[in-house]
Antibody, heavy 121, light 108 residues
C-alpha cells in the first residue's frame, strides 16, 4: 500500500522560506510524479506543480513559477516543495499527492496528510 | 480556458440522489477526477477515468461526462457522504492541472 508522509507544521516570518517534505513508501518512487496542492483556510484546492523523480524536472502553475521549487531525492524516496519570499497569503495546508498516469485522465492517489504552513510576523 | 466551474453547495435528503456538475473546456479532452474532502482531512479519490472507483469507495458513487461537463452522482446519499467534492483535470494544454472550486454537499 502506497503511503505519503509529510513533514510537520511550520510557522514562518514573512519574507522567509519554507521547505516541506513528502516521503513515499510502498511503491517505486521514481516512476510516479509527485504533485503539490495547497489549500488556504476555508478555500479550495490549488495545484502548484509536480515532478517525475527519475527525470528530475518539475513543472509549475504559472502563479508559482519562480517562487516555488519542487525537487526529489530518489535515494530517500522523498519529494520536497520549497516556497520562498513567503507572505501571509501563503498560509495554507500543503499536500503532496502521487499522480497515477492514464490517458485521457490521470489522477492523484494517495495524498499525504497535509502540512500546515502559517506565515505570520 | 483552464478553469473548472462547480456549484458552491447542494443539499440532498438522506437516501436520495444528488448530482454534482463540473464544467470546463478541458473536459472535452480529459476525464474529470473527483475527490471527497471532509473537514480537517486530506482529499480522497472517489472517481477516476471514465467511471472508475477505488475499491474502498461505495458503488453509490458514479461519474459521467457529456461534452464539457462532468458529473458525480451519489445514489442513495448517506450521512457520511456529507463533504466537499472537488473535480480536477489536466488543463487544455495538458501540461498543468486545474481544480474546480468545490461543491459542499449537505445531507439533510
Amino acid at each position: 500500500q502506497v503511503q505519503l508522509v509529510q513533514s510537520g507544521a511550520e510557522v514562518k516570518k514573512p519574507g522567509s522560506s519554507v521547505k516541506v517534505s513528502c516521503k513515499a513508501s510502498g511503491s517505486t518512487f521514481s516512476s510516479y510524479s509527485i504533485n503539490w496542492v495547497r489549500q488556504a483556510p476555508g478555500q479550495g484546492l490549488e495545484w502548484m506543480g509536480g515532478i517525475l523523480p527519475f527525470i528530475g524536472t518539475a513543472n509549475y502553475a504559472q502563479k508559482f513559477q519562480g517562487r516555488v521549487t519542487i525537487t526529489a531525492d530518489e535515494s530517500t524516496s522523498t519529494a520536497y516543495m520549497e516556497v520562498s519570499s513567503l507572505r501571509s497569503e501563503d498560509t495554507a495546508v500543503y499536500y503532496c499527492a502521487r499522480q497515477v498516469p492514464a490517458a485521457p485522465g490521470d489522477w492523484f492517489d494517495p495524498w499525504g496528510q497535509g502540512t500546515l504552513v502559517t506565515v505570520s510576523s | 480556458s483552464s478553469e473548472l466551474t462547480q456549484d458552491p453547495a447542494v443539499s440532498v435528503a438522506l437516501g436520495q440522489t444528488v448530482r454534482i456538475t463540473c464544467q470546463g473546456d478541458s473536459l472535452r479532452g480529459y476525464y474529470a477526477t473527483w475527490y471527497q474532502q471532509k473537514p480537517g482531512q486530506a482529499p480522497v479519490l472517489v472517481i477516476y477515468g471514465k467511471n472508475n472507483r477505488p475499491s474502498r469507495i461505495p458503488d453509490r458513487f458514479s461519474g459521467s461526462r457529456s461534452g464539457d461537463t462532468a458529473s458525480l452522482t451519489i445514489a442513495g446519499s448517506q450521512a457520511e457522504d456529507e463533504a466537499d467534492y472537488y473535480c480536477s483535470s489536466r488543463d487544455s494544454s495538458g501540461n498543468r492541472w486545474v481544480f474546480g472550486g468545490g461543491t459542499k454537499v449537505t445531507v439533510l
